[in-house]
């Protein structure tokens, strides 16, 4: 069965801090991988996804930086705030399926 | 706006019980999926359809069927509620992938925590 690995589980970051977290994968359908931010109470929703004809995609104060070579993507978060925090998930698309295998997910903690 | 709606927030029911979770989207999305996510192991795939009567086991079917007979609802059943099924059960829905794969987002549902006493 196809693994992503994600890590840090948990990660408390001081206000204005850099927020980094990151997901390793074995195999993956095609060049696409998105990551997702759930608050307390909801859904997960995306946050951010890359299709890496780039390495790098940056939206606001979020970035992702994409290793193909090392199966190796990771999402930074600029300047954190208090109000990112939340889980993120990353996610890779599952070899030959509609589906996609996520993340164990990363508990983000940014203290005010 | 897109729209995943899950039919309870909060569910208690008895071991050995059948549990209907009902999930409807309004964006005319040919995939949907059922999730558990547990604190420690995440999202974790239980069924998914990419069609009406269609369906796929996930990771971890056992225990669990489901029920697609209209394009916007899927139903996850749980044929006798056992303790080790409480969980919080997200559904979502995405377009079929482009040709050669594009990506699609997932639209989530806000979950259902159920809790099998």
């Known amino acids: 069965q196809q693994q992503v690995k994600q890590s840090p589980q948990s990660l408390i970051v001081q206000k204005g801090g850099i927020s980094i977290i990151n997901c390793a994968y074995e195999?993956?359908?095609?060049?696409?991988f998105p990551w997702y931010q759930q608050f307390p109470g909801k859904g997960p929703a995306l946050l951010i996804a890359?299709?890496?004809?780039?390495s790098e995609k940056k939206e606001g104060r979020f970035t992702i930086s994409f290793n193909k070579s090392a199966k190796q993507f990771s999402l930074h978060i600029m300047d954190s705030q208090p109000g990112d925090s939340a889980t993120y998930f990353c996610?890779?698309?599952?070899?030959?399926?509609?589906?996609?295998?996520f993340g164990t997910g990363t508990r983000l903690k940014v203290l005010a | 706006d897109v729209k995943v709606t899950q039919s309870s927030r909060y569910l208690v029911k008895r071991t050995g019980e059948k549990v209907f979770l009902e999930c409807v989207q309004d964006?005319?999305?040919?995939?949907m999926f059922w999730y558990r996510q547990d604190p420690g192991l995440g999202l974790r795939l239980i069924y998914f359809?990419?069609?009406?009567?269609?369906?796929e086991k996930g990771d971890i079917p056992e225990g669990y069927s489901v029920s697609r007979e209209k394009k916007e609802r899927f139903s996850l059943i749980l044929e006798s509620a056992s303790t080790n099924q409480t969980s919080m059960y997200l559904c979502?829905?995405?377009?079929?992938?482009?040709?050669?794969?594009?990506?699609?987002?997932?639209?989530f549902g806000p979950g259902t925590r159920l809790l099998v006493l």
């Open positions: 979502a829905s995405t377009v079929h992938p482009g040709a050669g794969g594009t990506g699609e987002t997932q639209y």
């Open positions: 195999n993956t359908a095609f060049d696409y």
């Open positions: 890359i299709r890496p004809d780039v």
């Open positions: 996610a890779v698309p599952a070899s030959g399926t509609y589906k996609y295998i």
């Open positions: 964006m005319d999305h040919e995939n």
């Open positions: 359809s990419y069609d009406v009567k269609m369906k």
